[in-house]
């Protein structure tokens, strides 16, 4: 099965899973929690489908080659989406983002070992209270 396929099946798993939830009262399915601000850093669709590409290209740039480019950068994605009911949560809490769909479709990542999973300063070398 390629990604695309894996992918596709999943998301038609979820779909599934959700109008049979909707239909059984009380059935837990996947809450994705909404991410914040007007809209994601590509279309929701593409980000749906592509996020990991997106994250992996964007790793091996900037690991390999020196490149740094802010729009795919994953404390960007955090400061938007690591937050349930406006609450900040981290990788630990099961309805964090980026865990939802993952315990779905059983995929394990390793990322959080080295980034943070919660929301952070955009500059963290410089903290407000540093400043005179
Ligand atoms: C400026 C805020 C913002 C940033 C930065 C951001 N997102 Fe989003 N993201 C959103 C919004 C708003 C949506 C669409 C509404 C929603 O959450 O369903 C969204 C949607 C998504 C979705 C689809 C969610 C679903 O319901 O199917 C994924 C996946 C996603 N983003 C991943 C990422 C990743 C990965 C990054 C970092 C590279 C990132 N986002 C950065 C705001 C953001
Ligand atoms: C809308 C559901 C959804 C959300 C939300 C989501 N992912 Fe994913 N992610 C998936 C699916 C499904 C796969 C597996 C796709 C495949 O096998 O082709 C995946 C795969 C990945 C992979 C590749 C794993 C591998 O073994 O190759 C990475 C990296 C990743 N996601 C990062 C993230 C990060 C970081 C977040 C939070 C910012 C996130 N994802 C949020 C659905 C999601
Ligand atoms: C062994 C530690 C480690 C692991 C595991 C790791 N990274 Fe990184 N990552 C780094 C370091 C170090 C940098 C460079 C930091 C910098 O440039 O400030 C980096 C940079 C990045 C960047 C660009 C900088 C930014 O603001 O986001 C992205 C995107 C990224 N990693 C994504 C991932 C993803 C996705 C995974 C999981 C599939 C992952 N990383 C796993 C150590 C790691």
Redesign the pocket.
Known sequence: MTAQHALRAFLTLVLAGWVTASAVAEVAHPVIPKGKGERCVADTSVMRRNH?QL??H??DE??HNGI?T?R?????CMNCHAYVNSQPVSIKDERHFCNVCHQYAAVK???F???ASTPQPVSAAVAPEAHP
């Open positions: 990991m994250l992996k964007q790793r900037t690991m740094r802010e795919f950068s994953l404390v960007g990542i390793d990322c070992e080295c980034h």
